[in-house]
């Protein structure tokens, strides 16, 4: 747990939008403190109101009701630039900025302090050579973003959110059109630049492997409970990432932090190497396993890979996985 003061708190936040004078409700009920040098990954499923506490943390949707600070001032009560040199956000829309460099844009996060047509002075200058650094897109400063992978495009919005040198960096979905590895690799950078340059990072995502992974924290928020927070590792310990699953057909398995269907089964006695068991339970799984699995057996070998499943006092033995599922399945 951290020892600083969270830098953001709300309290019995209740938000919605107005529509004339007609409210329309999304969540109630939240409460959270977000504390710097901490990534925060908030998850829940589409449409139960993230984007809208986004919103209201950047000033552009005002709460209904409740409490909502930024450094125990409340958030309605700061000018709009000032907000913005507190604040860092970063977006899911792409930047229609082709013909712009890296380094064009990252310099674009100094406007907060120094007005559109402002000058850059030496300590903006710095800021902007500190990101490009600090997310290693310093090497590619001079390529136009138009000619830029969406991982690199991704870490260039980094920067120049990191450039304006706010104290909270907020991210909606950073890592949703990049390959497996850049997803890891932003969530790592930005798990780098809360604890190195101690701020307070929180980051919309629906990848829950990678959040368990990178987090220091996790809200969790549902219609039904509103906002569960807690360590990634303490929430799967107690079960709770399960209300991030609102359907009955699926569950978190807690041994592997993957999302499983609930199929009810008993599996045979399974004897090999640890990291080979839970591939095999899939298999069983994905394949309307026989009845009377619990009393079979399967024993795994190695060098070559082989299978043995005894089922019914009798033995079959499988060179592949796939035999083994396609007997399962067709037998
Ligand atoms: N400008 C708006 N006016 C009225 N209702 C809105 C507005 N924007 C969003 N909503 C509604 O508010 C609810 C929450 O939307 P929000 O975009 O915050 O969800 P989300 O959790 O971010 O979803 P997703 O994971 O799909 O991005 C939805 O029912 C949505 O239709």
């Known amino acids: 747990m951290s020892k600083q003061h969270p830098i953001l708190q709300a309290n019995d936040l209740e938000l919605g939008y107005l529509k004339g004078n007609?409210?329309?409700?999304v969540a109630r009920n939240?409460?959270?403190d977000l504390y710097p040098g901490q990534l925060t990954c908030l998850m829940g499923p589409n449409g139960v109101g993230k984007s809208t506490l986004l919103k209201a943390i950047l000033?552009?949707?005002?709460?209904?009701?409740?409490k909502l600070t930024l450094n125990k001032k409340n958030i309605a009560d700061y000018a709009a630039e000032h907000l913005a040199k507190q604040i860092a956000v970063v977006l899911t829309d792409k930047v229609q900025t082709g013909n712009m460099t890296v380094y064009d844009l990252v310099c674009l996060g100094r406007i907060p302090h120094t007005g559109w047509w402002g000058k850059l002075a030496e300590e903006d200058l710095q800021a902007v050579e500190k990101a490009l650094v600090s997310t290693k897109t310093k090497e590619i400063e001079n390529r136009k973003l138009n000619e830029l992978s969406?991982?690199?495009?991704q870490k260039t919005m980094i920067a120049r959110a990191l450039a304006q040198d706010g104290e909270v960096l907020v991210l909606d979905e950073p890592t949703a059109h990049l390959d497996l590895v850049n997803r890891f690799e932003i969530m790592t950078l930005l798990r780098e630049l809360a604890h190195e340059n101690s701020k307070a990072i929180l980051v919309v995502t629906h990848?829950?492997?990678?959040?368990?992974?990178t987090a220091d924290r996790l809200w969790l928020m549902t219609k039904e409970h509103s906002l569960v927070t807690g360590s990634p590792e303490g929430l799967m310990i107690e079960g709770k990432v399960n209300l991030l699953v609102s359907d009955n057909k699926w569950h978190v398995n807690p041994l592997t932090g993957k999302m499983e269907l609930n199929i009810p089964l008993t599996y045979p006695e399974i004897t090999g190497p640890a990291h080979i068991i839970p591939w095999i339970k899939l298999a069983i799984r994905k394949s309307h396993p026989l009845n009377?699995?619990?009393?079979a057996s399967i024993i795994v070998y190695r060098d070559p890979?082989?299978?043995?499943l005894t089922y019914k006092n009798q033995d079959y033995h499988f060179s592949s996985i796939e035999k083994l599922m396609h007997f399962l399945k067709y037998n």
Not at 22 to 25: A, D, E, N, Q, Y
Not at 150 to 153: N, P, R, Y
Not at 305 to 308: A, V
Request: net charge negative; glycine share 8%.
């Open 207 to 213: 990848d829950l492997e990678i959040a368990v992974e």
């Open 292 to 295: 009377d699995m619990d009393s």
């Open 150 to 153: 969406d991982g690199q495009l």
């Open 30 to 32: 939240l409460a959270f």
């Open 22 to 25: 007609v409210l329309f409700p």
């Open 305 to 308: 890979f082989s299978l043995k």
């Open 59 to 66: 000033g552009s949707n005002p709460p209904i009701r409740g």
